[in-house]
């Protein structure tokens, strides 16, 4: 993890030779991560020193994977909890969350495990809240895979850029889209990016685009705690996330770390979504527990979550996704649909 790396290489760096006791891990105000470019604000326990620590820290994090330009800067407010007299810190930095511009709340939807319909779930999410009247925005970050252009109807569109250089997002239901796969120059092109110019894309992808004013952008994030996932944690201003998953062990195992990752780095989780959580059969409308019953309910409860709402698993979800047809516009009086508006509402109130 970068973050992780860079403190360890601050942390190394002694300072006796300049007459100071600390190291330079307890010297930083704040730390800020973008892309590949760095930016230190550090804390100066004696004027004459600027240079000499800049240059410091440069070297100190000339071999950090990840880290191609690093900015120095000094303030002689020293960090929290220095002034009140404590113990210097040596665990993680307080991080500068950048909010997105005219966005009211940032929602971020992960998952634990590829395939538990998390993009489904953000979609129809994003789709409801329109429909209560909200206005809403979904980017997909689903770099492995960006699946939302399929579920509506929005294959073979190109990202443009305004006059102001901005990123115009596309529009359609009602909600302004974007998705890494408008960057791409075809469906089948092989994602590369990696590391540093991912990183870069999906900054670019919330910071460089025209949202106008927007109560609710859904961020749709890869499967997993990779190092995107929690990198975007630490740098951007989330509001709370939903984390999906299906009631199979598999699943529910992953989401503990998930949820894990959120926690860690101070977003609060609004609650979990139980997909595919049963089956309604048609010919008697019963309702069939096919992954089994109670388990998320159970593993809600261990780790004092919420759940937001349970979704059944239908055939017409997949086969109106993959036509472009999201269920909450195309039959928002099917079961599914309503879960969808009930989570909506439910989102809404906790955010409120
Ligand atoms: N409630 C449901 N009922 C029936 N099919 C569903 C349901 N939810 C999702 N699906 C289907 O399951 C498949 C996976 O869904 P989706 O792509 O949303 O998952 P994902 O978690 O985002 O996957 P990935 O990790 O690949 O991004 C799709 O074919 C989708 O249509």
């Not at 730390?31 to 004459?48: A, R």
């Not at 993680?92 to 489904?120: D, E, M, N, Y």
């Not at 993959?322 to 649909?337: F, L, M, T």
Request: charged share 25%; with cysteine; proline share 6%.
């Amino acid at each position: 993890m970068a973050v992780k790396d860079i403190m360890d290489a601050l942390r190394g760096e002694t300072l006796e030779d300049i007459g100071l006791k600390e190291n330079l891990a307890q010297l930083v105000k704040d730390i800020k991560l973008i892309g590949s470019e760095l930016d230190v604000l550090l804390y100066t326990p004696k004027k004459g020193l600027e240079d000499i620590l800049r240059a410091k820290v440069q070297n100190a994090l000339s071999d950090v994977p990840d880290v191609k330009k690093v900015n120095v800067k000094f303030t002689e407010t020293p960090p929290q909890q220095a002034q009140q007299g404590a113990q210097i810190p040596t665990g993680q930095p307080a991080f500068t969350k950048r909010k997105v511009p005219g966005v009211k709340h940032l929602i971020a939807v992960g998952s634990g495990k590829g395939g538990v319909g998390k993009s489904t779930v953000a979609a129809n999410l994003a789709l409801a809240l329109a429909k209560l009247g909200y206005r809403v925005g979904l980017l997909d970050a689903d770099i492995y895979g960006p699946s939302v252009p399929t579920l509506l109807g929005l294959k073979g569109t190109r990202a443009t850029v305004n006059e102001r250089n901005r990123i115009v997002p596309a529009e359609k239901f009602g909600i302004k889209v974007l998705s890494i796969g408008f960057m791409l120059p075809s469906e089948d092109t092989p994602v590369i990016w990696r590391g540093p110019m991912l990183m870069k894309a999906l900054t670019q992808f919330l910071f460089d685009v025209d949202w106008g004013e927007l109560d609710y952008l859904i961020l749709d994030l890869p499967p997993g705690t990779g190092d995107v996932q929690l990198t975007l944690a630490q740098n951007v201003d989330i509001s709370g996330a939903v984390v999906v998953t299906t009631p199979q062990d598999v699943a529910l195992a992953d989401v503990k770390k998930a949820t894990s990752m959120f926690k860690e780095v101070q977003i609060p989780v609004l609650g979990v979504i139980e997909n595919m959580a049963y089956f309604i059969c048609p010919s008697d409308s019963q309702k069939y527990y096919i992954f089994g019953k109670g388990k998320t309910a159970e593993f809600a409860s261990a780790y004092g979550l919420k759940i937001l709402g349970s979704i059944p698993i239908d055939p017409e979800v997949s086969e109106r996704s993959d036509k472009g047809e999201p269920i909450v516009v195309e039959n928002p009086e099917s079961e599914v649909a309503k879960a969808f508006y009930g989570i909506a509402r439910i989102v809404t109130q906790e955010l409120s």
